[in-house]
């Protein structure tokens, strides 16, 4: 474009960079962002969205963080999706005191987190064996009139399953029936698997089966999860 007097912006980079992203070329990625700037193209927070996101699934948060760090300075201010983004990396790889960090920053920046940034927080929180945790933040999103979907729920019943307190994920299921949010194959899935690990293999056979027999739980699925009882 620049041999036939054309100046590229923003809108005409993002593709390109969002193709190397979806191949996982990250290393190509961020040099194309610096071939962005060194042609007096600056990047949007579009072209960050995308780096940021593929970062994050790649694993690669510490490049995100500092990428994210470095966005006021280059004019760029992060949005929510921004936050939510590298938030979301950090969780996944037990990086959850950084996570929530991030999001005392972005209540600093007057963004309000929503479903999205706690059930990160919750997930990465009962991965870790912080369940407790996970529970404050699932009763905060509450206070604030945030309504948790399946997946927070998910994850508040894996941590109690994986601390052995099954009796309390079975109670955790009842409130999320009560409240109006159906559970999955997932719920039931990791609840059977919880009360074998706690050595109430029978029970969650027979429970295995009740749900299969209801069809809840498609038959391919008990299989599997008999397998590892």
């Known amino acids: 474009m620049p041999k036939h007097g054309c100046t590229p912006n923003s809108l005409s ?4 960079l969002h193709g190397f992203c979806k191949e996982k070329q990250m290393d190509r990625a961020i040099e194309y962002l610096d071939i962005m700037v060194s042609r007096g193209c600056y990047p949007d927070i579009v072209t960050y969205n995308t780096l940021l996101t ?14 994210l760090n470095q966005l006021s300075s280059k004019g ?51 991965q ?3 369940v ?3 529970i404050q933040f699932f009763h905060d999103l ?30 955790f299921l009842a409130y999320m029936i009560s409240k109006g949010c159906k559970p999955t194959e997932a719920t039931y899935t990791i609840l059977i698997e919880g009360m074998a690990y706690e050595g109430l293999a029978e029970e969650a056979l027979e429970l295995l089966n009740e749900l299969c027999s209801r069809g809840v739980v498609k038959r391919s699925s008990a299989e599997q999860v008999a397998v590892k009882m």
């Open 13 to 16: 980079y993002n593709p390109l």
């Open 54 to 67: 593929a970062l994050s699934k790649d694993g690669k948060v510490d490049v995100a963080v500092e990428i």
């Open 76 to 126: 760029c201010s992060p949005v929510l999706i921004t936050y939510n983004t590298v938030i979301d990396g950090l969780s996944k790889v037990g990086r959850t005191e950084h996570a929530i960090e991030l999001l005392e920053e972005m209540r600093k920046k007057g963004l309000k987190p929503d479903i999205i940034t706690y059930s990160s927080l919750v997930g990465g929180l009962s």
């Open 128 to 130: 870790e064996g912080k």
């Open 132 to 134: 407790n945790e996970a």
């Open 142 to 171: 509450q206070r604030l009139g945030i309504r948790p979907n399946a997946i927070t729920y998910n994850s508040i019943i894996l941590g109690l399953c994986k601390a052995r307190k099954t009796s309390r994920a079975i109670d």
